[in-house]
């Protein structure tokens, strides 16, 4: 059954970990898991390292795909792909948000200090929705 846009939006909106996918010239596409955040009626986005593999794949082709998908309680998915809305450097704040989705407590603090003092400068990327999929499948 397929879902409608809202329906899509807010399940997107749940803290899934999606699959970013990146089409790549002479390969398949470049599929990672990857945390991400969105609010319904908004622009879905990420944070990354600015040199990683994901970053030149999506700088390359000006555009991704999420997808998430849940087996419980129903089988269900959304998809949404579009261009590159904007790059910016990723604030602290930003850091902080998408990491408090995943993780709460020592757990987030940990992430966070790591995330400082081991990965450094990232960058935020917003997706502009452009094509979504969803179906709940059973």
Do not use: C, N
């Not at 390292?49 to 991704?64: V, Y």
């Not at 990723?90 to 200090?113: C, F, M, P």
């Not at 081991?118 to 179906?135: C, D, F, I, K, S």
Request: glycine fraction near 6%; charged fraction near 20%.
């Amino acid at each position: 059954m397929a879902l409608t846009h809202t329906e899509k939006q807010e399940f997107l909106a749940r803290p899934h970990v999606a699959a970013l996918s990146v089409a790549r010239s002479a390969r398949g596409p470049l599929t990672v898991p990857i945390w991400y955040a969105y609010t319904p009626g908004d622009r879905p986005w990420i944070t990354t390292l600015p040199a990683s593999a994901k970053m030149r794949a999506i700088t390359e082709a000006g555009r991704f795909t999420l997808m998430v998908d849940t087996v419980e309680p129903e089988v269900k998915y959304v998809s949404v792909e579009g261009p590159v809305a904007d790059v910016q450097p990723s604030t602290g704040a930003q850091i902080a948000d998408i990491a408090a989705r995943y993780l709460s407590g020592d757990a987030l603090e940990q992430y966070l200090v790591f995330a400082h003092e081991q990965l450094g400068e990232h960058v935020t990327v917003w997706l502009e929705p452009e094509h979504w999929l969803g179906a709940l499948l059973g």
